[in-house]
């Protein structure tokens, strides 16, 4: 065993920068993904509430087919809230919170992987580094060099860390970008339902 672990820490930091050049590719595909598919959230949100409150002084069934000609999670979301509203806002209210509940899971989807890189690739790149450094003092251990062997190595070493910085700070960036616009879009609609609810409320009152 200890043999093994002296083979991987005599191995450099080389594997690590690679690993990381890896995770940085997944993390752009990942950042344009969730991009381009929450700006057309957002952009089915915005039409939907004008939709909604264009047509707020209408009767219930027009304002479910209001809803069910715009796609997107808010749309499902208050697809799914009006059709228990013939029942009284209570079971709206219920609707509501359980469907923002389930389309949240798939407005984050990839987001855990982004902030996972973000919090562990400067560690990651700090393990090549340090690798890095200890396979430079064994080669100066093994040659009869001056000080300019290890400089050498540590310069090297030292890229994996600036590559672990490389990799996290976008991640971490769009994480929270992405995480803003997913918490906007959802209090979004959770007003729009709140609108809705008020609309039953009082059309239930004038019966």
């Known amino acids: 065993?200890?043999?093994?672990?002296?083979?991987?820490?005599?191995?450099?930091?080389?594997?690590?920068?690679?690993?990381?050049l890896l995770c940085s590719l997944a993390a752009v595909a990942i950042i344009f993904e969730r991009f381009f598919a929450l700006r057309r959230e957002d952009?089915?949100?915005?039409?939907?509430?004008?939709?909604?409150?264009?047509?707020?002084g209408e009767d219930?069934?027009?304002?479910?087919?209001?809803?069910?000609?715009?796609?997107?999670?808010a749309g499902r979301i208050l697809k799914t809230a009006l059709a228990r509203s013939h029942h009284g806002p209570e079971g709206v209210e219920d609707l509501l919170i359980a469907a923002s509940l389930a389309e949240k899971e798939g407005l984050e989807k990839w987001l855990l992987v982004l902030g996972t890189l973000g919090s562990n690739a400067p560690f990651i790149?700090?393990?090549?580094?340090?690798?890095?450094?200890?396979?430079?003092?064994?080669?100066?251990?093994?040659?009869t060099g001056g000080p300019e062997v290890v400089m050498q190595g540590l310069s090297e070493a030292l890229v994996a860390t600036a590559v672990g910085l490389f990799v996290a700070i976008p991640c971490v960036i769009a994480y929270n970008y992405f995480s803003k616009n997913v918490k906007d879009l959802l209090g979004g609609?959770?007003?729009?339902?709140?609108?809705l609810m008020a609309h039953i409320r009082e059309g239930r009152a004038k019966r």
């Open 125 to 143: 790149g700090l393990f090549g580094t340090v690798l890095g450094v200890i396979r430079a003092f064994h080669d100066l251990a093994q040659t």
């Open 189 to 195: 609609t959770e007003s729009l339902g709140r609108y």
């Open 60 to 73: 219930l069934p027009s304002l479910e087919k209001t809803v069910q000609r715009h796609p997107g999670a």
């Open 1 to 20: 065993m200890v043999s093994v672990l002296r083979a991987l820490a005599l191995t450099g930091g080389d594997w690590v920068i690679y690993a990381l």
């Open 43 to 56: 952009q089915g949100f915005r039409a939907l509430r004008q939709a909604v409150m264009a047509g707020l």
